[in-house]
């Protein structure tokens, strides 16, 4: 009986921003200190976590097509993804990685799959709980196990899983009630209520049984094809409110969720990160991804994002309002990641929500292959600032360095192979 | 008899950091309101409050080469400007500035010259004021009018003059004191001393002759060519302290220095400058020179400026401190105002203090010549982004539009005139 385990790596959106935006999202940002001294990505450092409990089990992360190229970037080409072809909630998230696990890694139904969100931010301990719910999932008369986490307060945004029995090593549920208000969830967690963490462990036979009269009986590539006409539902909905055996694991320990700025200041030390001079101020977290300095002088509980998208200066206790702030900015995002490296827009041209040029910087990571193409009705020049590597033409590989430049012409790719971390300049002007 | 008026711009600095720098100073920086519903510059105001006293009279302004572009391009090439060919304080500036009305403007000993400092923030009263100074320097026993503004506190700051006599619309100067300590500064102010405010009115004959004792008789070319070599000294020094027959007119009305933040925002209204989304934020100025937005949520007493130098989110009672901070910032600035537009570094790669690559967007104003010239040891490419104009090559004019691209050639400037406004971006790369 092997254990499989499926990273749920899903959301986008702006409240992390000018750092988070529709492509980029807060698992991404690579600012929590970590061991060597350096900083990890929420991302990074849930892998490790999950890797320290379980070092060798199948791991498939389930993501849509905008974040595999980051992820691969953060974890290397070694995971498993599953991307979906759309989005499509949480149920058909989960049966198309449950259904790679049977048909690609040919699991067998009695093997354990676990879900578990990319983004709390918790302790190891965390992962010591998803091993004992792997371990709860094997028993006969389970079909479900969840994760409880104790409540820190009568939250109105959690799921509440009131338990039945104790039984060894996990209890059992009375009922499960959605975001209650705040007198209702008091109540309940006088009756020890726990928060459902949204982390669950079943047999993977289990699942593909309510797969199959859902959805129908699939071959992965045939359930890739119908993945777009598949209607949105939740897991919580189409599982676990159906179960009959449901077994509940608690969690005591850190458990946050790092998706504002106030929660995220929070873990990443006072120091903050990128350029910056700071003088006579208080409580004041600087994130600066831009290569200009931010100075910072006599501020009090103030958070400043800078970007190539934007600049954010909040009170840091107001600094999770900035959603609403920010979501009538339909700019696309001018700075996004890739497995080569990164591409950041420094100069933009508009007329009435239609682009005219764009003047990007390309960093591409040393010993990488970045394939520039001409987008239509466009003319693209680049020039090579700094670094060296290989243009590679029909057969042969020329040798370049900084100084460099040709414009791209239609149809066909330009190649070049990285030797040294490269950084270019690429022009594009859309003709008229 | 004539009356010539002197304008100084001088000084520069980082006080105003990131919008001044090194060659931009505070009196280029387009942020007061002006009644047009835009914004003028300080030395813009100035100069138009002086024009309405004086509509006809001859103005010098009296400046360094570093700032002739920037005066040209916010005044207009029909103003005389005097460029000192170093910096060697006043009284070597306003020797130069006179001996060039005296020499190239054939000016009259008998003509009356008014010297007056391009920062002051004033009421237009200022300038009736300075017109009753010119008035009072034709007088026959007058060597040297000086305006004086009454004190507001005892600052420690100003020079102080003690006044005499009452005459026609002037007093006599009883003592000059240099930056008196505030316990005597108040003595002062109750003994009905006023504040130097910097501004002098003379017979033009009577400094000719104090520069011939000092320097010698030259004519204006030849007092250039000289003019390294003078010492440094300044007008209070060198005249002021030495004249027998000192007047003074004084002043009673707004009288400010622009020269730090808090004092700025104050003169700028509430509204701010630049793309900017403010919520929640109580007496929050922002002033953004950037293309991207900068978000202020929840934020008190905070002024927030960006420039392609930098990012500063100061306290606005302490922003007065920002000089020291950024005075350890060597890097040369990153946007630069000329005659035919502006040029901004929006990448920049150095290696050991040595430049390796810079990216510009290079803006051209219309119907202006831009010149780029290939500097020694580099490659340069240029793309038009926006815009259209010609191309002037040997004897033949090529009409050239965005998406037109050329790399320049060592020796041969590239010279384009604009028809609208143009956009280029102009790539530098030093070869090894």
């Not at 940002?29 to 061991?35: G, M, T």
């Not at 091993?131 to 939250?155: C, E, F, K, Y």
């Not at 120091?271 to 004041?284: D, F, I, K, V």
């Not at 239509?376 to 590597?389: D, E, K, N, P, R």
């Amino acid at each position: 009986m092997n254990t499989h385990i499926i990273l749920l790596s899903g959301g986008s959106g702006k409240r992390l921003w000018p750092l988070s935006n529709n492509i980029r999202s807060k698992q991404f940002l690579s600012v929590l200190p970590c061991d060597s001294n350096g900083r990890e990505s929420m991302l990074q450092r849930v892998y490790h976590q999950l890797r320290t409990e379980f070092p060798t089990e199948q791991v498939v992360i389930a993501t849509g097509e905008a974040q595999k190229e980051q992820i691969e970037a953060q974890l290397g080409d070694q995971v498993a993804i599953v991307c979906e072809p759309d989005r499509r909630d949480t149920f058909p998230a989960i049966a198309l990685s449950s259904t790679y696990i049977a048909d690609i890694c040919h699991g067998n139904p009695q093997d354990i799959v676990v879900v578990l969100p990319v983004d709390p931010y918790a302790e190891q301990h965390y992962f010591s709980v998803v091993r004992r719910m792997s371990a709860v999932a094997a028993r006969p008369h389970v079909d479900l196990v969840l994760m409880g986490i104790h409540p820190t307060n009568p939250s109105s945004r959690f799921g509440y899983m009131v338990p039945k029995e104790h039984q060894e090593g996990f209890f059992t549920i009375e009922r499960f009630v959605e975001k209650p208000q705040s007198e209702e969830a008091r109540r309940l967690i006088e009756q020890g209520a726990c928060w459902n963490g949204g982390v669950f462990a079943f047999r993977l036979g289990y699942l593909m049984e309510i797969v199959q009269s859902h959805i129908g009986e699939y071959s992965f590539p045939e359930l890739l094809d119908r993945y777009a006409s598949l209607g949105k539902k939740s897991f919580d909905y189409a599982v676990v409110e159906q179960a009959a055996k449901v077994a509940m694991v608690p969690y005591d320990g850190v458990w946050r969720d790092l998706g504002t700025w106030d929660a995220l200041v929070q873990e990443m030390g006072s120091s903050g990160l990128g350029l910056q001079y700071l003088s006579q101020t208080e409580h004041t977290v600087v994130v600066n991804e831009l290569t200009i300095p931010i100075v910072a002088l006599g501020t009090k509980n103030i958070v400043v994002a800078a970007s190539a998208d934007g600049i954010l200066v909040s009170d840091i206790a107001l600094s999770g309002h900035v959603k609403p702030l920010v979501d009538p900015l339909t700019d696309s995002p001018r700075s996004i990641h890739y497995v080569w490296g990164r591409r950041t827009v420094v100069d933009r041209i508009m007329e009435e929500s239609t682009l005219k040029s764009e003047v990007r910087i390309v960093e591409v990571s040393a010993q990488s292959v970045w394939e520039a193409h001409e987008e239509a009705g466009t003319c693209t020049q680049i020039v090579l600032l700094s670094g060296s590597g290989f243009l590679l033409t029909e057969g042969e590989e020329l040798c370049i360095g900084a100084g460099y430049s040709t414009s791209l012409s239609r149809g066909k790719p330009l190649i070049i192979r990285s030797s040294t971390p490269m950084r270019f300049v690429e022009t594009v002007v859309v003709k008229k």
